[in-house]
């Protein structure tokens, strides 16, 4: 459906007089494009054309307005079906809303405004939703191959093997690495690189929503569940229905709620807080953790089973401080791009500024790193930024007792200190250090250090 094509109904209506009503009153708008069948299967037959909206008579000749429903919602569960019934039953209609229906009329003089308005308002929402989806499909432009998780360390190129393998299919995707390296970016990455990429991206941070709500976010709840609930909530799962949940800070999810999540994830329907009801719900799941999930799995804060549900695909980002150049890249598309976002001239950043940034270990990744230079760029003097524009804390990391970094890391920050002081002699370091000289040489190939 969209603006320009037509609005298409289908109207299921056995009574002649009737139906032609129906018809002409629909007909009204030039953009719905009616066609009416007299029996259900008529229009069961039909239904790869995809219409966008359906009125069906409860009582037709050849089957129950049930099993209509029920056929319609599993061959084209994006079609909208309106119940119109002769006669009042609350029960039937209940149980028609409950399988699905839009909404449910009883024929009388009513029935054909409250039907215009009802067509009107599912006609808009169509209409949202597909400048949603181009909108999506503007923003996964953004998103493609390459484009905006910036990197060509090794690592990095491993990471971009990793995300367009994971975009070929739905399995479940669990990324890893410190704070600021990027987790959400990959998520989003994977998202707009499949399939589902003109379908909703939904991320929900565990760590962002008090624990008493976190249940009625994820799973949505009914109105009067809980004091507070005024109003029918949908849940995160029901909202990326068809497209993509990114789940952030997944360790710092509740025991009592890791049971839940894992039953709903098995058994592919989600129930309302305060419910009754389970919708089955089709989602790509990726999860993101800065924590070692398997540390907190032998602490007994996290379920073993939910572990391994989770685990699917396991992306694990580097630290900034181990992609190499890739700081540099990094810095000057950063540059660049706040330099266009401003109108400002373009600025350049100095050797010196270079050496800085990339001797700095930078615990915050790629986030401190873009805060630095942006702020750099808005102190520049003139069109190039110089080092002492860099507001960084300290030029070496710090290494020792009580040090933030990993011993691999730390191990790093010894050998380049010890390069830099010997001006790159890799021989007289690997001497001081006791360390082999192939030892050096690999990592100054992984570009985990640079000389000069
Ligand atoms: N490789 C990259 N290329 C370009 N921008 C990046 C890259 N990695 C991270 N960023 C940018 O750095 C910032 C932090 O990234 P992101 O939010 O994805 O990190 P995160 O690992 O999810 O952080 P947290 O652990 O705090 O949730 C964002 O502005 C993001 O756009």
């Known amino acids: 459906m969209t603006a320009t094509l037509p609005f298409k109904i289908f109207v299921i209506e056995d009574n002649e007089w009737y139906g032609e009503l129906l018809m002409h009153r629909l007909s009204q708008n030039p953009n719905h494009s009616v066609f009416r069948f007299t029996t259900a299967r008529a229009c069961l037959d039909q239904l790869s054309e995809q219409p966008d909206f359906i009125t069906l008579d409860y009582s037709l000749p ?32 209940v149980n028609m809303l409950q399988q699905g229906a839009y909404d449910y009329l009883v024929k009388d003089e009513n029935t054909l405004d409250r039907l215009w308005n009802i067509v009107s308002k599912v006609e808009q929402q169509a209409r949202l939703r597909r400048e949603n989806s181009q909108l999506r499909q503007q923003i996964g432009a953004r998103y493609g191959a390459g484009q905006a998780l910036l990197g060509e360390h090794p690592l990095m190129q491993a990471v971009h093997t990793l995300i367009a393998k994971a975009a070929r299919t739905t399995i479940t995707v669990s990324v890893s690495g410190e704070t600021g390296t990027g987790k959400e970016l990959v998520a989003k990455a994977i998202h707009f690189q499949s399939s589902r990429a003109a379908l909703p991206f939904v991320a929900v941070n565990m760590a962002a929503i008090p624990h008493e709500l976190v249940e009625s976010e ?32 997944i360790a710092d999810l509740d025991l009592s709620l890791q049971a839940k999540l894992l039953r709903v994830l098995q058994e592919r329907e989600v129930t309302r807080v305060g419910g009754n009801q389970s919708t089955p719900f089709d989602i790509r799941l990726i999860v993101a953790t800065h924590h070692d999930l398997l540390a907190e799995v032998q602490a007994g804060r996290f379920r073993e089973d939910l572990y391994y549900r989770l685990l699917g695909l396991p992306v694990a980002l580097p630290p900034l401080r181990q992609r190499g150049n890739d700081v540099l890249l990094l810095a000057e598309a950063f540059v660049r791009d706040f330099c266009n976002l401003n109108n400002i001239p373009l600025r350049q950043l100095t050797e010196g500024a270079r050496e800085r ?5 930078f615990p915050g990744n790629v986030r401190e790193l873009k805060a630095v230079v942006e702020l750099a760029t808005v102190l520049a003097d003139g069109e190039q930024i110089l080092a002492e524009d860099l507001p960084l804390r300290s030029g070496k990391p ?20 010890c390069l830099d002081e010997m001006d790159g002699d890799v021989l007289a370091v690997a001497a001081r250090l006791r360390i082999g000289k192939s030892t050096i040489y690999r990592m100054i190939q992984q570009q985990e250090l640079h000389i000069g």
């Open 357 to 361: 940034l990339r001797a700095h270990p």
């Open 398 to 417: 710090t290494v020792g007792p009580g040090s933030q970094l990993s011993l691999r890391d730390q191990t790093t920050a010894i050998v380049q200190n």
């Open 62 to 93: 050849d089957a129950k307005g049930e099993e209509v429903l029920r056929q319609i919602r599993e061959r084209v569960p994006g079609t909208e079906v309106i119940v119109i019934s002769g006669q009042e039953d609350v029960r039937t209609a």
């Open 218 to 249: 994820l799973f949505g709840h009914e109105k009067g569940a809980f004091t507070g609930a005024i109003a029918r909530r949908v849940g995160r799962l029901e909202e990326a229905n068809g497209g993509t949940l990114f789940l952030d800070e």
